[in-house]
């Protein structure tokens, strides 16, 4: 990610401010029609974790969650909130270009990456997830939402993740999101 970007996404973080600490930590919009299915065990990473609601939920369900952010601001929002939410045993947070791909690390029972796209993380980020694990993504999309190269095209994320188990899926007013498990011994498509 170049350097305006990054100081793009430090000025909105900054603008928006710490997330409050809720009590309990909601889930996702999208996902919470389907929070019963997200594990309460094991390790998630978030991409783009931003200022740590993922964390905090995730967290907070019981997993040991990684979050990374090309944003320092975002960072250290999502550590303060981790703490102020008593939860900072459980999360660890770094600043990473995803540009770069993903941050090194074995397998994780939860991949999660809401309201951030770039399709050539797809291949990795199911290579990431363990066998029997879930991989969650949820971005603004072109369906309903109008244009914009940040946007998923039509059954982007279908096509994308579709040779997964399929557990939910949707596509409307601007956002599209899946939820899908690893089969055990999937071979990744390339």
Same mark, same amino acid.
């Given at each position: 990610?170049?350097?305006?970007?990054?100081?793009?996404?430090?000025?909105?973080?900054?603008?928006?401010?710490?997330?409050?600490?809720?009590?309990?930590?909601?889930?996702?919009?999208? !996902?919470?029609?389907?929070?019963?299915?997200?594990?309460?065990?094991?390790?998630?990473?978030?991409?783009?974790? /931003?200022? /740590?609601?993922?964390?905090?939920?995730?967290?907070?369900?019981?997993?040991?969650?990684?979050?990374?952010?090309?944003?320092?601001?975002?960072?250290?929002?999502?550590?303060?909130?981790?703490?102020?939410?008593?939860?900072?045993?459980? #999360?660890?947070?770094?600043?990473?270009?995803?540009?770069?791909?993903?941050?090194?690390?074995?397998?994780?029972?939860?991949?999660? #990456?809401?309201?951030?796209?770039?399709?050539?993380?797809?291949?990795?980020?199911?290579?990431?997830?363990?066998?029997?694990?879930?991989?969650?993504?949820?971005?603004?999309?072109?369906?309903?939402?109008? /244009?914009?190269?940040?946007?998923?095209?039509?059954?982007?994320?279908?096509?994308? !993740?579709?040779?997964?188990?399929?557990?939910?899926?949707?596509?409307?007013?601007?956002?599209?999101?899946?939820?899908?498990?690893?089969?055990?011994?999937?071979?990744?498509?390339?």
């Amino acid at each position: 990610m170049s350097r305006a970007d990054r100081e793009l996404w430090d000025r909105r973080h900054a603008l928006s401010g710490s997330a409050p600490v809720v009590e309990p930590p909601p889930p996702p919009p999208l !996902f919470a029609h389907v929070e019963g299915l997200f594990p309460s065990r094991g390790e998630a990473l978030e991409l783009a974790c /931003g200022r /740590g609601l993922g964390a905090v939920w995730l967290a907070g369900r019981g997993m040991a969650y990684r979050g990374v952010d090309v944003s320092p601001i975002a960072i250290d929002m999502a550590r303060e909130l981790s703490d102020a939410a008593g939860l900072t045993a459980r #999360c660890t947070f770094e600043v990473w270009d995803l540009d770069d791909g993903l941050p090194p690390g074995r397998p994780v029972d939860l991949l999660f #990456c809401y309201l951030f796209r770039d399709t050539r993380l797809y291949t990795a980020m199911v290579e990431r997830v363990s066998d029997g694990g879930l991989l969650a993504v949820a971005t603004l999309s072109v369906v309903g939402g109008g /244009g914009g190269e940040h946007r998923a095209l039509p059954d982007e994320l279908e096509r994308a !993740f579709g040779h997964l188990d399929v557990l939910d899926r949707g596509e409307s007013e601007g956002s599209t999101w899946i939820l899908a498990r690893k089969q055990d011994g999937l071979l990744v498509d390339t």
